[in-house]
């Protein structure tokens, strides 16, 4: 059974960090990813790994977003810094078993998908 799931969300000031994490199992993917939504806006694209650990990030968190894999765990990160009350919303771990070259910044390149981590950054 194919599952993702993700863990490190919470509650930070803003100009904290977290740093989400997402196992996935059942299979190796080959491409991952984290998506995230805020309440009343669509779900949108933070942060990709391809399986040679190339990385793509959406314009609004370059610079403060990092994200790795472990491929050894089958694990994907996102290291989030400098933190803004506007990166609240639940994140979204992503996976694929396609390798992906360059990594895809829809959710439509992605055939696997976790529960959601919650991340409030109050001001």
């Known amino acids: 059974q194919v599952q993702l799931v993700e863990s490190g969300g919470g509650l930070v000031q803003a100009g904290g960090s977290l740093r989400l994490s997402c196992v996935a199992s059942?299979?190796?993917?080959?491409?991952m990813g984290w998506f995230r939504q805020a309440p009343g806006k669509e779900r949108e694209f933070v942060a990709g790994?391809?399986?040679?650990?190339?990385?793509t990030y959406a314009d609004s968190v370059k610079g403060r977003f990092t994200i790795s894999r472990d491929n050894a765990r089958n694990t994907v990160y996102l290291q989030m810094y400098s933190l803004k009350p506007e990166d609240t919303a639940v994140y979204f771990c992503?996976?694929?078993?396609?390798?992906?070259?360059?990594?895809?910044?829809?959710?439509?390149?992605?055939?696997?998908w976790g529960q959601g981590t919650q991340v409030t950054v109050s001001a």
């Open positions: 790994i391809s399986w040679s650990y190339s990385t």
């Open positions: 992503a996976a694929d078993i396609r390798p992906h070259t360059p990594v895809p910044m829809t959710s439509r390149g992605f055939g696997s």
């Open positions: 059942g299979r190796t993917f080959a491409t």
